[in-house]
């Protein structure tokens, strides 16, 4: 069986977001972020508010964080000013942060009774500015996702206009891409055979709604998110969006907004930013088949078969950089009943995974429920798996490999470990990243290295540093003294905290204090 990139599936995997809604769950930006940390994404995708300074660093923020933007420039009818001035903001500030910009969102539901001229006029013009532009044509250029199928034939052939069309398969509280050959085929006269990307898909637990597009209960939309993510990259989805990160409004807001029945209930966390099951099972599967992995160039594969698998069954095995394998078994099977919004229980079908090449060890998840392992099995040849409605993944170890596994660790100890992960080294120097949108000019830093002890706290002076920015973002480095560097490893050898306290002051082109700010870097051996 032929394997995939672990790290090119982590890649195939978004969110939407909302940089701008300061007035809802988004307003939280610290919180956002540290969500954002833990589902371990990389791409996320929104509108644009380019006279808005609080979006463009927050797009800087996560670049910084390795998470990369699909970015709406502008309106369907805000006019060419509004394009130009959107494009040249992202190539002045933002070159780190966007990785692809989008037509119009859905403009054949916008009102507007000439909307096929208007999208047309948009997506060419976009093309024409972003491709020939030397400094943004890398940037991949995405279609208009549109509603209905007569609209596609309505709007007509685009590809000399795009790079990716652009779909919405959202299902409705059915299985997740149940209908995926339908937008393929409805695609052809707007985008041909060019890639698709998925700019939105998802579920909704409003279970009052009784539209059209229904909902699914909390704990179906567990099991069907992470299945979304999986049909998409085996299905040829280059990227899988799931509408939303967050619920953003409180039931209140919700209420005097009037807002539409099931758009305050798409996200993976509620309102107040607590988890919902659809987010711990997606988070769980992006860990355990270990999508954060280097890329691997050649991922090769394993003579194996799933014996006994009926036509629902579906498979997929990944590649680490470590040289294991996962291998993701599901079913395409339903689990709940959008009608009678009731839950459904699929009979248990018994698989048996034969292994044609040696496995030194086989390590079972069930990433719904969590990242913990589940079953082991040294040097099998065959591994019985019993599918219902939720994902299976088996970590298959080869000979060889298997040193380079970490041992298992409670979720206290990954916890710890997460936290070390994110201090910095005692070397030389620390390195201090700070944003700098206009009219930000430079950035300023200072610092002391202070060593807490049982009795008393010893500082150190440390050098200063003044950079301008590069794509938006100053980078610093502050010189440690040897004899700091000397009295702070030997601390933490001890076990003792050794940080660097960081003063770091932004000011205009004229040299005017804009802002002063205070940072902790926690350091470590």
Known sequence: MAANSSRAFGDSVGVTVRFS??????????????????????????????????????????????????????????????????????????????????GPNE?????????????????????????GDPALRHLTVLGPPLVYKESRTQLGDLTAYLDRGNIHPYPAGTMPMTHIWREREWALPLSGTKPLVATETGYHNDLSFLGIHRGASEEAAAAYTPRSVLEGFTQGVERTYIFQLADPFTPAQAEARNTPGGQNAFGLLRYDLSRKPAFNALRNLLRV????????????????????????????????????????????????DRDALKPLTPAPDPVEVVLGDRIALAQRFDPVGSDAETARWSNPQRIPVTLAGTPVVLRLTPPGADAALPPKRSQEQERKQARINRRQRLRKRI????????????????????????KRTRSF????????????????????????????????????????????????ARGAKLKSARRTIALRR
């Open 289 to 336: 088949v270990d999508a954060d992995s280097a890329p691997v160039a050649t991922p090769g594969g394993l003579r194996l078969d799933v014996s006994g698998a009926g036509a629902d069954v579906r498979k997929l095995l990944l590649r680490s950089a470590d040289g294991s394998y996962s291998l993701v078994l599901w079913r395409q099977v339903s689990v709940w």
């Open 21 to 102: 809604w300061n007035g809802t769950a988004y307003g939280n930006w610290d919180a956002i972020e540290s969500r954002l940390r833990e589902l371990g994404v990389r791409y996320v995708t929104d509108g644009f508010c380019r006279t808005c300074p609080y979006q463009i660093d927050r797009m800087r923020r996560l670049a910084l964080m390795g998470i990369r933007t699909n970015i709406g420039p502008s309106g369907l009818n805000e006019g060419v000013p509004a394009m130009d001035a959107a494009l040249k903001v992202i190539k002045d500030q933002l070159l780190g942060s966007v990785v692809s910009v989008t």
């Open 461 to 508: 002076k440390l050098g200063h540093a003044r950079g301008k920015p590069r794509a938006g973002v100053v980078v610093l480095h502050l010189a440690i003294p040897s004899k700091a560097r000397r009295v702070g490893r030997k601390a933490l050898k001890q076990g003792l905290h050794v940080s660097a306290r960081v003063i770091v002051t932004s000011r205009s």
């Open 107 to 131: 403009p054949d539901i916008s009102g507007d009774p000439d909307w096929v001229a208007h999208a047309r006029a948009y997506q060419q013009q976009l093309w024409s500015r972003v491709k």
């Open 431 to 454: 390195t201090v990243k700070v944003a700098c949108a206009k009219p930000c000019a430079s950035v300023a830093a200072r610092a002391r290295l202070v060593i807490k002890r049982s």
